[in-house]
């Protein structure tokens, strides 16, 4: 296990769950439309590739792959989930999983290249 990028996957696997359950009625946010997705896909591209570059050494055992694939997937509709049961301001959204599923394939699919070609020591 490599230890900053366990610290960077913890960072940001914490900050998407803070930015996802907080409120941002006092905060100016760019309308830029579908903007969401693009965040979704993108946060959960980074959380993906962090953990997979923090258990490096193990990531072709298809076990800790496939783990951190669903655990991932999993956190991703609980945030969701928790965003209607425990917020009044957010709501539960079936195409912010989808841009969820969509940045941790492109997550992956990307390190398995770079894996493959031996960049990522």
Known sequence: MDSKYL????ILTVGVAIGSLISLNNLVVPTVQNSDKFIHTTAYFLISLSWL???KQKYKV????S????????????IEVLQKVITNYRQFD??????????????????FIVSKKKCIK
């Open 53 to 55: 570059l923090t258990f």
């Open 94 to 111: 079936f195409f912010d999983i989808l841009a969820n599923l969509v940045g941790i394939i492109i997550a992956f699919i990307l390190f």
């Open 62 to 65: 298809l076990k800790t792959s």
């Open 7 to 10: 610290y960077i996957a913890i």
């Open 67 to 78: 783990l951190i694939f669903f655990l991932i997937l999993l956190y991703g509709i609980i």
